[in-house]
């Protein structure tokens, strides 16, 4: 139900903006869930792509390190040994006013962090395959935030265009339909006042003049 207002002119004039300016908000929130959507769906591909990556990366990785512990007993001291990698660096990038994040990993030379004499090839495996690992996993969690933000941000913008398409903007046509109704027959009934007086001034005219 339409919202009731005075129907004045200046009420029209000010629904009348009000109006114009849903329109425009709706046309930019249409215009940018559309962005939003476009550069998440870019981004679905690749989360698909590095998920099964990932997933071949770990299974390899942990498979390595079974064997590892197997051929080698409790590998426990060397895996102490590798130091922390604090290569990650993180900055952000602006889409439509969504802070999407930007994951920077440096590769620290670090060497090979146990003793060759007390390690075997399967460690070696096992060191290589986890650093795959990792680097996988930082570029994941880079794109999945970044589509948790969106699709986030889709939402907001989507309610935001339903409430204006399905609430205000029918709301203030109808005000505005109803003040210029309201106002279109007031002018009507002015404008038979104003004949009634003229016709009596008239008729009073030419009594005066018998």
Same mark, same amino acid.
């Given at each position: 139900?339409?919202?009731?207002?005075?129907?004045?002119?200046?009420?029209?004039?000010?629904?009348?903006? /009000?109006? *114009?300016?849903? $329109?425009? &908000?709706?046309?930019?929130?249409?215009?940018?869930?559309?962005?939003? @959507?476009?550069?998440?769906?870019? %981004?679905? *591909? *690749?989360?698909?792509?590095?998920?099964?990556?990932?997933?071949?990366?770990?299974?390899?990785?942990?498979?390595? %390190?079974?064997?590892?512990?197997?051929?080698?007993?409790? !590998?426990?001291?060397?895996?102490?040994?590798?130091? !922390?990698?604090?290569? %990650?660096? !993180?900055?952000?990038?602006?889409?439509? &006013?969504?802070?999407?994040?930007?994951?920077?990993?440096?590769?620290?030379?670090?060497?090979?962090?146990?003793?060759?004499?007390?390690?075997? /090839?399967?460690? *070696?495996?096992?060191?290589?395959?986890?650093?795959?690992?990792?680097?996988?996993?930082?570029?994941?969690?880079?794109?999945? +935030?970044?589509?948790?933000?969106?699709?986030?941000? !889709?939402?907001?913008?989507?309610?935001?265009? +339903?409430? %204006?398409?399905?609430?205000? @903007?029918?709301?203030?046509?109808?005000?505005?339909?109803?003040?210029?109704?309201?106002?279109?027959?007031?002018?009507?009934?002015?404008?038979? $006042?104003?004949?009634?007086?003229?016709? +009596?001034?008239?008729?009073?005219?030419?009594?005066?003049?018998?």
């Amino acid at each position: 139900m339409a919202k009731q207002v005075i129907p004045t002119k200046g009420n029209l004039i000010a629904t009348k903006k /009000s109006l *114009d300016l849903a $329109r425009v &908000g709706y046309d930019l929130l249409d215009k940018k869930r559309n962005v939003l @959507i476009k550069e998440m769906m870019s %981004l679905l *591909d *690749d989360v698909k792509m590095i998920r099964d990556e990932i997933t071949v990366s770990y299974d390899r990785a942990y498979k390595a %390190l079974e064997e590892a512990n197997i051929s080698n007993g409790l !590998i426990k001291t060397m895996v102490m040994n590798v130091p !922390i990698d604090d290569g %990650l660096s !993180i900055k952000y990038r602006s889409v439509m &006013g969504v802070e999407l994040p930007k994951v920077s990993y440096t590769k620290n030379d670090v060497g090979i962090a146990y003793d060759f004499e007390a390690a075997n /090839s399967y460690i *070696d495996y096992t060191y290589i395959y986890f650093i795959r690992a990792k680097e996988l996993t930082v570029k994941l969690v880079e794109v999945e +935030n970044a589509v948790y933000r969106l699709a986030n941000e !889709i939402r907001k913008t989507q309610k935001r265009a +339903n409430a %204006l398409m399905n609430i205000s @903007i029918p709301q203030l046509s109808a005000n505005v339909k109803m003040i210029t109704e309201a106002l279109e027959e007031k002018e009507r009934e002015e404008f038979s $006042r104003q004949k009634v007086i003229k016709a +009596n001034k008239q008729r009073q005219a030419q009594k005066e003049l018998l």
